[in-house]
C-alpha cells in the first residue's frame, strides 16, 4: 500500500514535469491555433531609450514557416531581415506594429535594426 502510493506520487511529479517541459517548449515551438492549424512564430522586439531587446539572441525556424516581428518603439528604425530574398521593414516610434514574412531558405538568417546597429536575433532555419 504503502509502496503503491509512493508510486503513484513519483508518477504524478514525472507527469506534472512532463506538462511543464511542454509549456515551456511550446513558447520557442512552433504553435498552432486552436483549430490545429499551424500559426506564425512571433518574435517581440522592444526599442526603448535607445536599448534593444532582445539582442544577440538565436530562434528556430522551420522552412515554410511564417515569422511576425510585432515591434514596440520609441524611435524609428530600419528592420533588415538578412532572409534569401531579404526583406525590409520601416519601424516607427510607435507600439504594436507587425511585420511578417516567410523563410524559405534553410540557413542562419540574421535580423537587424540598422539605425541602431543591433542585431535582434539570428533565425536558424531548418529544412
Ligand atoms: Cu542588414
Not at 483549430?35 to 522552412?63: C, F, H, L, M, Q
Not at 520601416?90 to 511578417?100: K, L, T
Amino acid at each position: 500500500m504503502t509502496n503503491r502510493l509512493l508510486r503513484y506520487g513519483l508518477l504524478t511529479v514525472a507527469v506534472s514535469s512532463l506538462l511543464v517541459g511542454c509549456a515551456s517548449g511550446d513558447r520557442s515551438g512552433t504553435r498552432t491555433t486552436p483549430n490545429g492549424e499551424p500559426a506564425a512564430r512571433t518574435i517581440d522586439i522592444r526599442i526603448a531609450n535607445g536599448t534593444v531587446s532582445p539582442a544577440d539572441t538565436r530562434t528556430e525556424a522551420e522552412v515554410g514557416e511564417r515569422i511576425v516581428l510585432r515591434v514596440d518603439s520609441d524611435t524609428a528604425d530600419e528592420l533588415h531581415v538578412h532572409s534569401d530574398p531579404a526583406h525590409t521593414f520601416p519601424v516607427a516610434a510607435a507600439s504594436g506594429q507587425e511585420f511578417g514574412f516567410t523563410v524559405t531558405v534553410p540557413g542562419q538568417v540574421e535580423i537587424e535594426l540598422h539605425h541602431a546597429g543591433r542585431t535582434v536575433t539570428t533565425l536558424l532555419v531548418r529544412q
